[in-house]
């Protein structure tokens, strides 16, 4: 052929470009006109150049489509017939081709046409699920979820959530599985598979046989989380923990709705909250401990909480949390020990006296009082790595003085005398004290290893208000004394120097 026609949204530039990579012409070997805005014709101006004409299929990704291209051949070059096309197809083992289109398809090509990105064959796409999905019928007392079976009566203890047997907890929409597909190969294509939600019901739950409606099946506060979903006991003292109720010891939770008088103790599994006021008593939880009211105390009382610490107000106490404490009116000559973080915005927001050791971060609005501003405040270690590194201490100890009996031992013996030194016994001896040696070394090298995983990063004390003279702010083993009242601080650590520094609040996102 010596023209050819070009059909494109822009195609004056498809048809330079069909030119250009697929006849491999140069400029002046062709021209092109217009026509309508989307069709184009090129007149070859090259005799001597033959070119056959191309066929050839495309696939979208999975091949569930097929795109068929047509290039008619430049002047005396070979065609393509409409059985040779067929072939073609049917050698690339393509399924549900549309013949009419490829004849209707042809009939252009055979009159000078390009043809590309038609439509010749299409598969059947796979048909997506639908994942599963869960509502929670559990929340806190002030939002009082509606449900089918009826209202839903939680009692808040601040974060413990309770519910009463045969309450729906959760409901679950099961995952809705997609159909297979076909693509246009005759090959199967299996969807996505949808994503199943698994919650395996605990103690104190159970689920329909459906697997969709999961209860109660005690009155209790709702644990969920890592697929297990439990609802666990809370045991009610109605009035004070004394001598009418003794020590207590529960594997759930406790509420005590009195106080705690001194010298009794309480052990929860769980949680452990208090409405009324704690004395020099011992309150030992693996969940979260929750002292509504607060503790008052000589110098005997100890808080220690798996999780957090809520204490309303605290004198003369001992309170260690794993993670955070929160200070919602005032701590006096506490010992406040924190895993993570301690909190005293709300209220009176006061710390004062005492130690004051968190990991990460403490927030309070007023540090010291007259009188009462010489004591410590410590951040950046973890406080039960002390635990730890008082034990490889001790070890270290242990090894050190076997190390020496050792030594007193060979002292005895002349070693330079080669007869001596090959003795076996004080051979053993040598091998003992040299493998001793390593082992302070392996203590030194875990204690060295520990100190740096439980180091934070960026710690940082917030002072709302007022910070007194005297209190010595500490990051890890660097401290600084408060030579006068501040007010309105940012105290961190400043890597460059190695030094306790600090900032104006109002400037502190530029620590950040």
């Not at 400029?27 to 309508?36: D, K, N, P, R, S």
């Not at 159909?179 to 329909?208: C, F, H, M, Q, Y």
């Not at 693996?286 to 110098?299: A, D, F, M, P, W």
């Amino acid at each position: 052929m010596d023209k050819i026609t070009v059909q494109a949204e822009k195609p004056q530039e498809r048809a330079k470009d069909i030119c250009n990579k697929v006849y491999n012409l140069r400029a002046g070997e062709y021209e092109i006109e217009g026509g309508t805005e989307d069709r184009a014709t090129v007149i070859f101006k090259c005799d001597s150049k033959i070119v056959n004409s191309k066929v050839y299929l495309t696939t979208d990704d999975g091949a569930f489509t097929g795109f068929l291209f047509m290039y008619p051949a430049l002047n005396e070059g070979t065609t393509h017939t409409l059985e040779e096309i067929l072939d073609y197809l049917a050698g690339e083992e393509i399924e549900n081709i549309d013949k009419n289109q490829i004849s209707s398809l042809f009939q252009r090509f055979a009159n000078g046409e390009v043809i590309e990105n038609e439509i010749i064959a299409s598969g059947i796409r796979p048909t997506a699920g639908k994942d599963a999905e869960i509502t929670l019928h559990f929340g806190t007392a002030d939002k009082k979820p509606k449900i089918k079976d009826g209202k839903v009566d939680f009692k808040n203890l601040d974060n413990i959530v309770m519910v009463e047997k045969g309450d729906v907890l959760i409901t679950k929409k099961p995952a809705i599985h997609g159909s297979r597909g076909r693509n246009i190969k005759g090959e199967e294509v299996t969807p996505i598979p949808a994503k199943d939600i698994v919650i395996l019901p605990g103690d104190g739950a159970t689920v329909n046989e459906a697997g969709t409606i999961f209860s109660a099946t005690t009155d209790g506060y709702v644990d969920f989380g890592n697929k297990r979903l439990g609802v666990y006991p809370v045991y009610m003292v109605k009035g004070n923990v004394d001598y009418s109720t003794g020590n207590i010891r529960f594997n759930g939770s406790v509420h005590v709705k009195g106080d705690i008088l001194s010298g009794f103790k309480i052990e929860a599994d769980k949680h452990i909250l208090v409405d009324g006021i704690c004395q020099d008593c011992e309150i030992i939880a693996k969940g979260n401990v929750i002292l509504r009211t607060g503790i008052k105390c000589t110098g005997s009382g100890l808080v220690r909480a798996g999780g957090t610490a809520v204490i309303g107000y605290a004198e003369k106490a001992k309170i260690y949390a794993r993670e955070s404490i929160e200070i919602r009116k005032y701590a006096f000559n506490c010992e406040l020990f924190a895993g993570t973080k301690i909190d005293a915005m709300n209220g009176d927001g006061i710390i004062a006296g005492g130690l004051i050791r968190a990991f990460q971060d403490i927030s309070v609005k007023q540090l010291g009082t007259n009188g009462n501003s010489k004591f410590n405040v410590i951040i950046g270690m973890k406080y039960y790595i002390e635990f730890e590194l008082e034990k490889l201490r001790r070890e270290k100890i242990r090894i050190g003085e076997t190390i020496e009996r050792v030594d007193t031992a060979l002292s005895r013996f002349n070693l330079k005398r080669p007869k001596v030194a090959n003795h076996p016994k004080i051979v053993k001896m040598l091998e003992v004290k040299t493998s001793l040696s390593d082992l302070i070394d392996e203590l030194d090298k875990r204690a060295a290893k520990l100190i740096e995983e439980n180091k934070a990063k960026s710690p940082r004390m917030k002072v709302k208000n007022k910070v007194f003279e005297g209190v010595t702010v500490m990051f890890y083993n660097v401290g600084a004394v408060v030579k006068e009242p501040m007010e309105n601080m940012v105290f961190y650590y400043d890597e460059k120097y190695g030094e306790v520094a600090w900032i104006s609040l109002k400037n502190a996102n530029a620590l950040d």
